[in-house]
């Protein structure tokens, strides 16, 4: 069983930076993938961005690639989402998930792959 805490989440403005943190309870962070997602009003939740246990593989979604990025301190047990360049379309509810099985050469980058969630952080964009 893993919490998961996400925090930095706010209001800027378009071009801004703004820097998302993940706090994982337990022992055992260092196991998971962890990943981010992202739900804007009246939208599905979507795949923003992965990171492998090590932290050496990461994978993000074309709608992000070059702007974020996802980093993890498995000594703090926590996973990090800086976004840079940000935009009005990047408004959302961002969430981390943990993926607790052991996956050989896949990140996860649907919700099903995921077991444990954060309850959300709202970023906001304004133009």
């Known amino acids: 069983q893993v919490q998961l805490v996400e925090s930095g989440g706010g209001l800027v403005q378009a071009g801004d930076s703004l820097r998302l943190s993940c706090a994982a309870s337990?022992?055992?962070?260092?196991?998971?993938?962890m990943g981010w997602f992202r739900q804007a009003p009246g939208k599905e939740r979507e795949f923003v961005a992965v990171?492998?246990?090590?932290?050496?593989?990461?994978y993000y979604a074309d709608s992000v690639k070059g702007r974020f990025t996802i980093s993890r301190d498995n000594a703090k047990s926590t996973v990090y989402l800086l976004m840079s360049s940000l935009k009005p379309e990047d408004t959302a509810v961002y969430y981390c998930?943990?993926?607790?099985?052991?996956?050989?050469?896949?990140?996860?980058?649907?919700?099903?792959?995921?077991?444990?969630w954060g309850q959300g952080t709202q970023v906001t964009v304004s133009s």
């Open positions: 337990g022992r055992t962070f260092s196991s998971y993938n």
């Open positions: 998930a943990a993926d607790s099985v052991f996956r050989v050469r896949y990140l996860g980058v649907l919700q099903q792959d995921y077991d444990y």
């Open positions: 990171i492998s246990r090590s932290g050496g593989s990461t």
